[in-house]
């Protein structure tokens, strides 16, 4: 792997030509996109505002919701650059087009926590990383995970005149994680384990401050450290580190690592409204795609200071927030997670994973 593809700079390559004209074909799950609709972003086409027009189409032509604007509350990390889309629905009018009035809830506690609210209903929705909630799901909230909404944004990094230059090279090493069950420990255990490397027996991971990895680096304490955009964006714009591996690897490039979770009594009793929170979502994932320097715009007050509208700009381009997928589609990757999980011991043995993924997906665009 060169250095332009340890920064994004193949992907980048690769994400522009989709957001040029092949974001249509990756929607194709969802239905497809009219030509202006994807070969047009907003600003393109003088006097034309592309946020009127439903930028990523579903199986549901169903109208917005009618009467006043139906309040939700939906909880999310507001530092998580991979989540731009939220703000750039706030800002872009993607709410309000499915007459929802939306409130961001910042949340800051356990996973644990966070699907408990959404469950009881102190929240409607939320959004966070797919092996970050699979295993509290395996207990039985009562949430149901109704899209994904892009790939990217965990990574290896170590310094550059290391010898670790594989993810291979980690057997027998001291890598640095911010969370012992996080979900980048769980990703790149499931990729070592896939290499024949046991996570739990051939890695040594310790915990540190998530903001305080490259230090444990500098000190000599580890040969290695798992990190989370921005903050790994960041760090790789100094030379001295390198990336080693990330979740856009391989067979991972078209899979998605965030999702979208719903309050399971909304979709019940309110499939409409669910639906159109899932569609206003969507819309504002494929805008992102598509405008990435209009959405970095939009996540910038959210953004640490020491990030420059460019760096969000490209984080936001090397997350793949054109893939977002719904239905059968979804149900094969939260199984295909699920089984991961359970092939590194964080899913019970006995957990049937057809019948989990079966039991905690969505279709609201089925009706």
Wanted: proline letters at 5%.
């Amino acid at each position: 792997m060169n250095d332009d593809d340890k920064h994004g700079g193949s992907r980048l390559d690769r994400r522009h030509l989709l957001q040029a004209g092949l974001a249509a074909a990756f929607a194709a799950p969802l239905g497809a996109l009219s030509a202006a609709q994807a070969f047009a972003p907003r600003g393109i086409v003088p006097g034309v505002d592309f946020s009127e027009f439903p930028l990523c189409r579903t199986a549901s032509d169903a109208p917005a919701l009618t009467g006043a604007p139906r309040k939700l509350k939906l909880s999310w990390n507001a530092g998580a650059v991979c989540l731009a889309p939220l703000p750039v629905a706030i800002e872009h009018g993607f709410f309000q087009k499915q007459n929802l009035d939306v409130e961001l809830v910042n949340y800051s506690g356990s996973t644990d926590q966070l699907l408990e609210a959404i469950a009881t209903g102190k929240s409607d929705a939320g959004l966070g990383m797919a092996l970050r909630w699979l295993k509290p799901l395996e207990q039985g909230f009562d949430v149901k995970i109704a899209a994904g909404t892009h790939g990217g944004c965990m990574r290896v990094l170590t310094r550059a005149d290391s010898n670790v230059s594989k993810l291979a090279d980690l057997k027998g090493k001291i890598v640095a994680v911010g969370d012992l069950g996080g979900p980048d420990k769980n990703f790149f255990s499931i990729q070592l384990a896939k290499l024949g490397i046991d996570p739990n027996k051939d890695v040594d991971w310790r915990a540190y401050p998530g903001n305080l990895l490259n230090v444990a680096m500098e000190k000599g304490e580890v040969q290695a450290f798992l990190s989370s955009d921005p903050l790994a964006y960041l760090w790789l714009k100094d030379t001295q580190y390198k990336e080693v591996a990330s979740n856009l690897d391989g067979e991972y490039r078209d899979k998605s690592c965030c999702i979208v979770g719903l309050r399971g009594s909304l979709v019940r009793e309110e499939p409409q409204v669910a639906r159109a929170i899932t569609q206003a979502l969507l819309d504002a994932a494929m805008f992102t795609s598509q405008n990435p320097t209009v959405a970095a715009k939009s996540f910038q007050p959210y953004a640490p200071k020491t990030a420059t509208l460019a760096d969000i700009e490209g984080m936001v381009r090397y997350h793949t927030h054109h893939h977002h997928p719904v239905g059968d589609v979804l149900k094969r990757e939260l199984k295909a997670y699920a089984d991961d999980l359970k092939s590194v011991q964080v899913f019970k043995q006995s957990t049937d994973t057809a019948k989990f993924a079966e039991r905690i997906y969505v279709d609201v665009f089925a009706v």
